[in-house]
């Protein structure tokens, strides 16, 4: 599986973001994909994650203000961030897993600053 993310940026505070994470290759052996993210001198955690039925799971930090969905169609997930804040600065990378391996596509910085 091979995975390539899109958007991230810089947006002012209180502002929006929407990441797109899409898979080729193997994707019939998906069972979930999501998100993590990276900021400087921070532990990676987990944003957001969805399975193949659409059951979703969020990082406490965003839950109420980040969406994750996908398109089964397109094999894309997307992140949706509302109401961003700056702590939300961070590299933001998507993967996907099996039962047999995770897959990581490459980080997108997400800037929250004014």
């Known amino acids: 599986v091979q995975l390539q993310a899109f958007g991230g940026g810089l947006v002012q505070p209180g502002g929006s973001l929407r990441l797109s994470c899409a898979a080729s290759?193997?994707?019939?052996?998906?069972?979930?994909m999501g998100w993590y993210r990276q900021a400087p001198g921070k532990q990676r955690e987990l944003v957001a994650a969805?399975?193949?039925?659409?059951?979703?799971d969020y990082g406490d930090s965003v839950k109420g203000r980040f969406t994750i969905s996908r398109d089964n169609v397109k094999n894309t997930v997307y992140l949706q961030m509302n109401s961003l804040r700056p702590e939300d600065t961070a590299v933001y990378s998507c993967?996907?897993?099996?039962?047999?391996?995770?897959?990581w596509g490459q980080g997108t910085q997400v800037t929250v600053s004014s």
């Open positions: 993967y996907a897993e099996s039962t047999q391996y995770v897959a």
């Open positions: 290759g193997s994707i019939f052996s998906i069972k979930g």
């Open positions: 969805i399975t193949s039925d659409g059951r979703t």
